[in-house]
């Protein structure tokens, strides 16, 4: 069965800084798809970033980044310069199923402190 | 802009009653899930539905059904609720397994149960 770790329940940053979040997968899939959502305070749940396995370049949006290990399988998130707004849960997916189903870590609860 | 509405913010049922969720999306997608959202179990699926009036059980569909008469709708339904369904529902859908299957979101339903 496919699995998604997040080993780290809840972080904290102090504005301006980078934080990196960290997310470890097993999938049998040859090629498949990593995602990051971050769900604000009472908000919805969005899209960050997203990695395909054949891409040997991390993704990058803004100042989001992915280091994305295949080896390790592992597919952490670097956010740089981290605004109040960064504050959410955040959860590492990856797509798995016939059907294009997502399968999610339990989720990182990030605060970011002025 | 793509979205994802889901019937009600908040509800608040008696055990036993049959509860409706429901969820609509306006972006013709063929795919729609149902998650239930708990503090440190993440994001868990209950049902999904690739077509009209197709289904496929998730991870814990105990104690849910669901029904898919029209392609932009998806409704989960709680036959007879119980207090251990108390919990944040969130409903998303995406287009079948092409390229990176992203899943959208709806704003959530986070229903008691008394």
């Known amino acids: 069965a496919q699995t998604v770790t997040q080993s780290q329940p809840e972080m904290s940053v102090q504005e301006a800084e980078t934080v990196t979040l960290s997310c470890t997968y097993d999938?049998?899939?040859?090629?498949?798809?990593l995602f990051w959502y971050k769900q604000p305070p009472s908000r919805q749940m969005i899209l960050v970033i997203r990695?395909?396995?054949?891409?040997?370049q991390n993704a990058t949006e803004n100042r989001f980044s992915v280091n994305f290990q295949k080896a390790a399988k592992s597919f952490s998130l670097k956010i740089s310069d981290s605004q109040l707004g960064d504050t959410a849960m955040y959860f590492c997916?990856?797509?798995?199923?016939?059907?294009?189903?997502?399968?999610f870590g339990k989720g990182t609860k990030l605060s970011v402190k002025p | 802009d793509v979205k994802v509405t889901q019937s009600s913010r908040y509800l608040v049922k008696r055990t036993g009653e049959k509860v409706f969720l429901e969820c609509v999306q306006d972006?013709?997608?063929?795919?729609m899930f149902w998650y239930r959202q708990d503090p440190g179990l993440g994001l868990r699926l209950i049902y999904f539905?690739?077509?009209?009036?197709?289904?496929e059980k998730g991870d814990i569909p105990e104690g849910y059904s669901v029904s898919r008469e029209k392609k932009e709708r998806f409704s989960l339904i709680l036959e007879s609720a119980s207090t251990n369904q108390t919990s944040m529902y969130l409903c998303?859908?995406?287009?079948?397994?092409?390229?990176?299957?992203?899943?959208?979101f709806g704003p959530g339903t986070r229903l008691t149960v008394l």
């Open positions: 539905s690739y077509d009209v009036k197709m289904k």
């Open positions: 990695q395909e396995a054949y891409k040997q």
């Open positions: 998303a859908s995406n287009r079948p397994r092409t390229g990176y299957n992203e899943q959208f």
């Open positions: 972006m013709d997608h063929e795919n």
């Open positions: 997916a990856s797509r798995g199923g016939s059907q294009g189903n997502l399968i």
């Open positions: 999938t049998s899939e040859s090629n498949y798809y």
